[in-house]
């Protein structure tokens, strides 16, 4: 294996905090040559329901990276050294325009997959999921499966009129064709609904859901079975909207739901998916204006986004 060309710097020789703001403190890199995956922000959230600020989230999330490092223990992987990676800037989005944003982001994300760049997207409310499913099935020739932990399905028709919102996007791509809900799955979905036909809707879709407090019951090795059984070999992302944790650890976020995943439970379910190639990931809702004041919900963000950077190494040693 080749040395990578991007990494972080040798944190010895500097302390953690100083130099410009990037995720795990990796060059700032927007030429493709050389780069095996690139972490990308999409700072929008005018597609929100209720409380606004996730357009932060990238910068909050980034600034929650800092004392990242290479060994990750529990997968013993080094997620530097296996790959290079970089820090590719944010896609440029259109506020108040979620229709210009989604074709923004998927022109952004697809100049990352036509180049082999594996994109790790930093949102950004969830709206943004549909731009980057349409830039995957765009590259990949077919609809792409997804992978989803989140406290909602986001398969609504409409939200206040509008076709394209952040509890929308998974029905708006499904139509399109760019995502195949025959293989996808939607786990952690809790709190009070409008009616009982919101959990309907994914099912009718053709979705797999898996409700909180069922895959709470599940182990991580029964919740990768059930993933790996519903995804097969076709090609699927991974996302990961933070109301999925508990709001007790997790505050910063637009919808928040109580009785959510603990942190070490969510992190344990991604651990177990180690193996599984995906092409692109995602970590959304980081909404910084209601985290708290040691900023846990960008922290454990970042850790979900160094997560993935250990997934997609393990799959590049394979």
């Known amino acids: 294996m080749t040395e990578p060309r991007y990494s972080p710097p040798d944190a010895s020789r500097a302390p953690r905090y100083t130099g410009i703001r990037t995720f795990a403190r990796l060059p700032h890199v927007r030429d493709p040559e050389g780069v095996d995956v690139a972490v990308v922000g999409v700072p929008f959230d005018t597609a929100t329901s209720f409380r606004a600020g996730a357009r932060f989230g990238p910068e909050a999330i980034r600034a929650g990276s800092m004392l990242l ?15 290079s ?6 896609i440029e989005v259109t506020p108040g325009n ?17 180049a082999g760049i594996t994109p790790i997207v930093l949102g950004g409310d969830h709206s943004i999921a549909l731009g980057e499913l349409r830039a995957h099935a765009l590259a990949a020739g077919d609809p792409v499966a997804l992978v989803l932990l989140d406290a909602h399905a986001d398969t609504w028709e409409q939200y206040y009129g509008e076709r394209i919102f ?16 025959r293989r996808s799955l939607l ?42 059984e ?27 739901e109580v009785a959510g995943l603990l942190p070490h439970e ?32 960008a922290m454990l963000a970042a850790n979900i986004a160094f997560e993935f950077l250990a997934l997609n190494a393990i799959t590049r040693l394979a």
């Open 187 to 228: 786990a952690g979905m809790r709190g009070p609904l409008y009616a009982a036909a919101d959990l309907d809707q994914p099912r009718e879709l053709g979705f797999d859901v898996i409700a909180g407090d069922e895959l709470r019951a599940l182990a991580p090795a029964e919740f990768a079975a059930r993933v790996h």
């Open 98 to 114: 979620a229709a210009k944003t989604m074709d923004q982001i998927a022109a952004g994300v697809r100049e990352l997959l036509d």
């Open 166 to 181: 952040h509890g929308t996007p998974f029905k708006r791509a499904v139509e399109e064709g760019v995502l195949d809900a």
């Open 266 to 297: 969510a992190l344990a379910l991604l651990r177990a998916l180690a193996g599984m190639r995906f092409r692109g990931f995602d970590v959304v809702e980081v909404s910084p204006p209601y985290d708290g004041p040691g900023q846990g919900t």
């Open 85 to 90: 990676a970089v820090d590719w800037g944010d």
């Open 69 to 83: 490092r290479p060994w990750h223990p529990a997968l013993e992987v080094d997620v530097f050294a296996a790959q």
């Open 230 to 256: 519903r995804v097969g070999h076709g090609p699927a992302v991974l996302g990961f909207d933070i109301d999925v944790l508990d709001p007790a650890f997790a505050p910063g976020t637009g919808t928040p």
